[in-house]
């Protein structure tokens, strides 16, 4: 009922920024808790942003200040600004919709940073 695609991965230099759009379907966006997460090789999924159906952002403190979280409910998509790269944001990137006690995943776009 909900499908979750992520998009904007790419090969950018360390200090470089890229920005990671999540185009979601269905109707249960607006009122939804969204995030984004990443998974190095080798690593466990690690939670990087979360919003609130209030616009209320999260971070954990490897990101904040570098990253940032935004939605807009009119197109159901949910952005990931990320700043200031280095090679430790190397990863799969992907987004997260709960909605009740449900958790909906995208497929993941890879992020590398390499120079």
């Known amino acids: 009922q909900v499908q979750l695609v992520e998009s904007g991965g790419a090969l950018v230099q360390p200090g470089g920024s890229l920005r990671l759009s999540c185009a979601a379907s269905g109707n249960i966006f607006s009122d939804s808790d969204l995030a984004w997460y990443r998974q190095a090789p080798g690593a466990q999924r690690e939670w990087v942003a979360r919003i609130t159906p209030n616009d209320i952002t999260y971070y954990p403190g490897s990101v904040e200040g570098r990253f940032s979280i935004s939605r807009d409910n009119a197109k159901n998509t949910v952005y990931l600004q990320m700043n200031r790269m280095t090679p430790e944001d190397t990863a799969v990137y992907y987004c997260?919709?709960?909605?009740?006690?449900?958790?909906?995943w995208g497929q993941g776009t890879q992020v590398t940073v390499y120079s």
């Open positions: 997260n919709l709960l909605h009740g006690q449900q958790y909906y």
